[in-house]
């Protein structure tokens, strides 16, 4: 791409200087057809008016002036044309190299960033490989805890709300959460409360033993929902009996 444009440059400024020569050409020959038919109007004045030959002598001579000036001027301009290009060259020359350098730091610096991608995806397929066997670990633990010691749930009824008054702070948050938005798993309620997996896992479980939430079983991981009379107390009514 950049020596496409470095070739049109040059095609741009080859076309320029080529038709000032042909511009500066075609004045000097204007001049020259200018100058002889000058000559001849003096050659027949001169033959059939000898008085005026002082005078046309002077016109010629104020043609010659004004032709050697714009010669001089077109020589003027070529040369300023010619250190034009001389400076065009000069910053072309200077963009060839800098063109060089980021080539080659491209080339380094597209390397390395290859090889921190293929690292990185190492690095990740790694942490995928440890959540995943750290997950299918916590969930078989809790499998086997589940399948040797069967919590007994408690039911309980009580005329007002005073049965939260044993609840912790983010305890009370979680029944808040699921009373408004409904069923949630652990994975929905941690991101809510700010609580690590884990330790949702056994509030969620705790809340389910002692009778304040439902659990359906039939889905991994657990869907949490509160259970009639939790939902009545916190709307504000005495459960059904």
């Not at 995943?132 to 069967?150: L, W």
């Not at 949490?224 to 939790?230: S, T």
């Amino acid at each position: 791409m950049f020596d496409i444009l470095l070739i049109g440059i040059h095609i741009v400024l080859f076309g320029v200087a080529s038709a000032f020569l042909f511009i500066y050409y075609k004045r000097l020959r204007e001049g020259e057809r200018e100058y002889k038919r000058a000559k001849g109007v003096i050659d027949d004045i001169i033959f059939s008016f000898n008085g005026d030959i002082k005078r046309q002598n002077e016109k010629i001579e104020e043609i010659s002036r004004r032709f050697e000036e714009v010669l001089s001027g077109e020589i003027r301009r070529l040369e300023e044309l010619n250190a034009m290009l001389v400076n065009i060259r000069g910053e072309v020359d200077k963009l060839m190299k800098y063109k060089e350098v980021y080539y080659a730091n491209y080339e380094e610096l597209k390397t390395k960033v290859d090889d921190l991608s293929v690292k990185y995806d190492e690095v990740l397929k790694k942490l995928s490989e440890i959540e995943k066997s750290r997950i299918e670990k916590a969930e078989v633990r809790e499998k086997n805890v589940e399948s040797k010691v069967k919590p007994s749930r408690t039911t309980f009824t009580a005329k007002d709300d005073k049965v939260l008054v044993s609840l912790t702070e983010t305890e009370l948050k979680v029944l808040e959460i699921l009373a408004k938005e409904g069923e949630k798993t652990v994975p929905e309620i941690k991101d809510r409360i700010g609580l690590t997996r884990e330790h949702t896992a056994r509030l969620m479980k705790s809340l389910y033993t002692r009778g304040y939430v439902e659990r359906r079983d039939d889905r991994i991981p657990y869907v949490y929902r509160l259970n009639k009379e939790m939902e009545e107390i916190l709307r504000g009514e005495s459960p059904k009996t």
